[in-house]
């Protein structure tokens, strides 16, 4: 394993927020004896770079939307979502994607999407899935720094 | 303020504006001076990377406009050939009689068809050979002639196509024959300026209000400097699709002389349903689309295509988590795909309004109709996948989205996949092909431009983009857009003596 010398620094997903990311993710995304989960700092990063990229408006709403999750733990399993057991959880995201009110359904979906994104954007993954990649992969990128997350050449830290 | 002074100025750089600006390069060579307004960068064909999450770049929202209801993204370019960087060249003709369902006087098929041919000579659309067609085409084929639906070919405008699959993410090699290829370089040839990053903020009387941007990183400088211009012009004409135009008119505060302008929008709503092939077919790989059935495009209302997407729009498609979404993405090299159009109706409720900070907001609810013509398509594409060998399917309106023929227990797929199932804000339900917004009509009551494109009672404003469509082309919309830019094009040049003078 290189040793990585530049640092990529969260600045959305933290704290409890990461810790709910990671659960969700994880269950969006198990882990199989094909590939890991999706609740890794390698997909938070892909996510959190993208979250700035993204209208503020829809960036605040998915990041109030893990605090929905989290708190709405306490009804599935007694505790925060990320303390809950997996089954607790399984429960509480089905719950949410089927709800009647909208806003459970939106929720969930929006969350869904920015992990599959931040998963399935990983090279590592690309392999898991014997995805080849672009045909062209010399062609640089005028922000090195996601092609590095995607490549797992940058350490992440909160 | 800077204030510049033009004889045309075209806002957008997409199939409407990019057709025009390359009609208007003669009078551009005769000494006109001419402009193209691009709210996006000028990116040439090597900044297209072929990785997903980076060529978001290319896309208003990074292809995820969303409905005010949150169950529809859009996708539409915002680059200097706007959506024509990201479409795959599907070349449909406007049908016979769609333009008949559209009855605008003075817009006939006989009018479009030399049109047609015209432009599709000028942009090389082609028959694709059997030398094309990868499996997923092959199997998509097989599949629906072996349960008696029938396929066509689709055309393409592809030169020298090298297969490479990318073309949902710009085309690396410049060979899809959209704007940024053809129009625009013939355009800048003949005089007529390409301004990038150039957002036009306010319309009035012959003249615009823009903010000019820093080119982003990697990106094609433009000519002029940041800062707040106003270009005025003889004749605007409006390309920035059915958002951006309508959305400009609305700020304008045109609603008050044109009450249906923003309404009507139509957007075939689309959806990518999948089956699981027992071996490695690898769709990435070879040109994505190649065949289609319309066999249902009366009732219930769509049409089927071949597609096929990389791994994280695969992911969202399919619509499922948790095994299940790793069961199916293991086995990516194994996926079908087949994607769902829907012909949705022309509706007044269906609208671009703008938000308190007039911003475009895209308002739209599936109806009942487009939802069991969802439900019929995803049960028909269970047939066909079945059919071509897929021992399991993924229909996110199943009552179990990935099923196999045994899960059916003897029942018809139309039974297992109802209305009942299909929740919105649920379903991954997309669209590329926005329409209307700005429709072409007899009068202002009724419409907001004439058959020509020209906005009713102002000769100096026109509109050449897909927001002119009354209803749905019920096609994929691309060169029908082109064919009625023509058309504004045709008429600036007849009748230039008039507004130079």
Same mark, same amino acid.
């Given at each position: 394993?290189?040793?990585?010398?530049?640092i990529?620094?969260?600045?959305?997903l933290?704290?409890?927020?990461?810790?709910?990311f990671?659960?969700?993710?994880?269950?969006?995304?198990?882990?199989?004896?094909?590939?890991?989960?999706?609740?890794?700092?390698?997909?938070?990063?892909?996510?959190?770079?993208?979250?700035?990229?993204?209208?503020?408006?829809?960036?605040?709403?998915?990041?109030?939307?893990?605090?929905?999750?989290?708190?709405?733990?306490?009804?599935?399993?007694?505790?925060?979502?990320? /303390?809950?057991?997996?089954?607790?959880?399984?429960r509480q995201?089905?719950?949410?994607?089927?709800?009647?009110?909208?806003?459970?359904?939106?929720?969930?979906?929006?969350?869904?999407?920015?992990?599959?994104?931040?998963?399935?954007?990983?090279?590592?993954?690309?392999?898991?899935? /014997?995805?080849?990649?672009?045909?062209?992969?010399?062609?640089?990128?005028?922000?090195?720094?996601?092609?590095e997350?995607?490549?797992?050449?940058l350490?992440?830290?909160? | 303020?800077? +204030?510049?002074?033009?004889?045309?100025?075209?806002?957008?750089?997409?199939?409407? %504006?990019?057709?025009?600006?390359?009609?208007?390069?003669?009078l551009?060579?005769?000494?006109?001076?001419?402009?193209?307004?691009?709210?996006?960068?000028?990116f040439?064909?090597?900044?297209?990377?072929?990785?997903?999450?980076?060529?978001?770049?290319?896309?208003?929202?990074? %292809?995820?406009?969303?409905?005010?209801d949150?169950?529809?993204?859009?996708?539409?370019?915002?680059a200097?050939?706007?959506?024509?960087i990201?479409?795959? %060249?599907?070349?449909?003709?406007?049908?016979?009689?769609?333009?008949?369902?559209?009855?605008?006087e003075?817009?006939?098929s006989s009018?479009?068809k030399s049109?047609?041919?015209k432009?599709?000579?000028?942009? +090389? #659309?082609?028959?694709?050979?059997?030398?094309?067609?990868?499996?997923?085409?092959?199997l998509?084929?097989?599949?629906?002639?072996?349960?008696g639906?029938?396929?066509?070919?689709?055309?393409?405008?592809?030169?020298?196509c090298?297969?490479?699959?990318?073309?949902?993410?710009?085309?690396?090699?410049g060979?899809?024959?959209?704007?940024l290829?053809?129009?625009?370089?013939?355009?800048?040839?003949?005089? #007529?300026?390409?301004?990038?990053?150039?957002?036009?903020?306010?319309?009035?009387?012959?003249?615009?209000?823009?903010t000019?941007?820093?080119?982003?990183?990697?990106?094609?400088?433009?000519?002029?400097?940041?800062?707040?211009?106003?270009? +005025?012009?003889?004749?605007?004409?409006l390309?920035?699709?059915?958002?951006?135009?309508?959305?400009?008119?609305?700020?304008?505060?045109?609603?008050?002389?044109?009450?249906?302008?923003?309404?009507?929008?139509?957007?075939?709503?689309?959806?990518? #349903?999948?089956?699981?092939?027992?071996?490695?077919?690898?769709?990435?790989?070879?040109?994505?689309?190649?065949?289609?059935?319309?066999d249902?495009?009366?009732?219930?209302?769509?049409y089927?295509?071949?597609?096929?997407?990389?791994?994280?729009?695969?992911?969202?498609?399919?619509?499922?988590?948790?095994?299940?979404?790793?069961?199916?993405?293991?086995?990516?090299?194994?996926?079908?795909?087949?994607?769902?159009?829907?012909?949705?109706?022309?509706?007044?409720?269906?609208?671009?309004?703008?938000?308190?900070?007039?911003?475009? #907001?895209?308002?739209?609810?599936?109806?009942?109709?487009?939802?069991?013509?969802?439900?019929?398509?995803?049960?028909?594409?269970s047939?066909?996948?079945?059919?071509?060998g897929?021992?399991?399917?993924?229909?996110?309106?199943?009552?179990?989205?990935?099923?196999?023929?045994?899960?059916?227990?003897?029942?018809?797929p139309?039974?297992f996949?109802?209305?009942?199932?299909?929740?919105?804000?649920?379903?991954?339900?997309? $669209?590329? +092909?926005?329409?209307?917004?700005?429709?072409?009509?007899?009068?202002?009551?009724?419409?907001?431009?004439?058959?020509?494109?020209?906005?009713?009672?102002k000769?100096?404003?026109?509109?050449?983009?897909?927001?002119?469509?009354?209803?749905?082309?019920?096609v994929?919309?691309?060169?029908t857009?082109?064919?009625?830019?023509?058309?504004?094009?045709e008429?600036?040049?007849? $009748?230039?003596?008039?507004?130079?003078?």
């Amino acid at each position: 394993m290189p040793k990585l010398s530049k640092i990529y620094r969260l600045k959305y997903l933290k704290k409890n927020r990461l810790l709910t990311f990671f659960s969700v993710a994880d269950r969006v995304i198990p882990a199989d004896t094909n590939s890991p989960g999706g609740g890794s700092m390698e997909t938070a990063a892909v996510v959190d770079w993208y979250m700035k990229r993204v209208p503020e408006n829809i960036r605040k709403k998915i990041l109030l939307f893990l605090d929905v999750i989290q708190f709405t733990g306490l009804f599935f399993g007694g505790n925060f979502f990320s /303390s809950n057991n997996i089954q607790a959880q399984e429960r509480q995201l089905k719950w949410m994607e089927n709800n009647k009110i909208r806003l459970f359904r939106m929720g969930f979906f929006g969350i869904k999407t920015f992990i599959e994104m931040g998963y399935y954007t990983r090279e590592d993954i690309w392999s898991a899935i /014997s995805y080849d990649g672009p045909v062209l992969p010399g062609r640089t990128y005028s922000d090195s720094t996601i092609r590095e997350l995607c490549q797992n050449t940058l350490k992440i830290s909160e | 303020m800077t +204030h510049l002074h033009y004889d045309v100025i075209i806002i957008g750089s997409g199939a409407g %504006g990019g057709t025009v600006a390359s009609r208007l390069a003669a009078l551009a060579a005769d000494g006109l001076k001419i402009a193209v307004l691009e709210a996006g960068p000028h990116f040439s064909k090597e900044y297209f990377t072929q990785r997903e999450i980076e060529m978001f770049d290319l896309f208003e929202s990074g %292809g995820a406009f969303p409905s005010s209801d949150g169950a529809i993204t859009a996708s539409f370019g915002k680059a200097m050939g706007g959506s024509t960087i990201m479409y795959s %060249g599907v070349t449909f003709r406007l049908p016979d009689s769609v333009c008949e369902q559209w009855s605008v006087e003075g817009l006939s098929s006989s009018d479009l068809k030399s049109r047609f041919e015209k432009l599709e000579k000028e942009l +090389h #659309v082609i028959e694709p050979g059997k030398e094309m067609e990868n499996d997923n085409n092959r199997l998509f084929k097989e599949g629906c002639e072996k349960i008696g639906i029938s396929v066509k070919k689709i055309l393409l405008n592809i030169k020298n196509c090298e297969q490479m699959g990318f073309c949902n993410l710009g085309c690396a090699h410049g060979n899809k024959q959209g704007t940024l290829s053809v129009q625009l370089p013939a355009a800048s040839s003949a005089g #007529v300026e390409l301004i990038p990053n150039c957002k036009v903020t306010d319309l009035f009387e012959k003249r615009v209000r823009a903010t000019i941007c820093k080119a982003p990183p990697g990106s094609l400088p433009g000519a002029l400097n940041e800062g707040i211009y106003e270009f +005025h012009a003889k004749i605007i004409v409006l390309a920035g699709g059915t958002v951006g135009s309508s959305a400009l008119l609305l700020k304008s505060d045109f609603k008050k002389d044109f009450p249906v302008l923003g309404s009507y929008i139509t957007l075939h709503p689309a959806m990518t #349903v999948y089956g699981i092939y027992p071996k490695k077919i690898k769709n990435y790989k070879g040109f994505p689309k190649i065949y289609y059935s319309s066999d249902y495009s009366n009732t219930p209302g769509y049409y089927l295509e071949t597609a096929f997407y990389y791994p994280f729009i695969t992911a969202k498609n399919l619509s499922l988590w948790g095994k299940d979404l790793k069961y199916a993405m293991n086995r990516y090299n194994n996926l079908m795909a087949i994607i769902i159009l829907v012909h949705d109706d022309a509706l007044a409720d269906n609208k671009i309004t703008l938000n308190r900070k007039n911003e475009p #907001v895209l308002d739209y609810t599936l109806s009942d109709k487009s939802i069991s013509a969802f439900c019929d398509a995803q049960a028909k594409a269970s047939k066909i996948f079945f059919a071509a060998g897929c021992n399991e399917v993924v229909m996110p309106a199943a009552e179990k989205p990935l099923f196999s023929k045994g899960d059916l227990n003897g029942r018809e797929p139309e039974s297992f996949i109802t209305p009942k199932t299909f929740i919105p804000n649920k379903m991954p339900v997309a $669209t590329a +092909h926005l329409q209307g917004g700005c429709r072409m009509g007899r009068d202002r009551n009724d419409s907001v431009t004439d058959c020509w494109g020209k906005v009713h009672g102002k000769d100096w404003l026109y509109i050449a983009d897909g927001s002119l469509f009354p209803q749905s082309s019920h096609v994929n919309p691309y060169l029908t857009i082109m064919t009625l830019a023509d058309r504004v094009s045709e008429r600036l040049i007849a $009748t230039k003596d008039q507004w130079m003078a």
